[in-house]
Nanobody
């Protein structure tokens, strides 16, 4: 099993960014996929998930700005982030299900 995140980078406050996580080595379409993030000096926090049935759930305070989608044909899950603030600076990780493997993470830095 391998999960590879991409799309991180430097973005100005108020900007948008879309992260991608491509999975391999398992039946992607049958799995719930989750996003987490870890800010400097803090623990890893849940962002949200998308089920194999395209149902989504988010951390309440992020649900108005973050959107998770998936493309099973590309074995990829996406995290669209809007109206970013410096508090969104973190390493962003995807995960296969609740207890599965993690990706290596992708750095998002929100700064002017």
């Amino acid at each position: 099993v391998q999960l590879v995140e991409s799309g991180g980078g430097l973005v100005q406050p108020g900007g948008s960014l879309t992260l991608a996580c491509r999975g391999s080595g398992f039946t992607f379409s049958s799995e719930e996929m989750r996003w987490y993030r870890q800010a400097p000096g803090k623990g890893r926090d849940f962002i949200g998930y998308i089920t194999q049935f395209d149902e989504t759930r988010y951390l309440e305070r992020l649900k108005d700005r973050f959107t998770i989608t998936r493309d099973n044909a590309r074995n990829t899950v996406y995290l669209q982030m809007n109206n970013l603030t410096p508090d969104d600076t973190a390493v962003y990780y995807c995960r296969r299900g609740v207890w599965g493997e993690w990706g290596q993470g992708t750095q998002v830095t929100v700064s002017s």
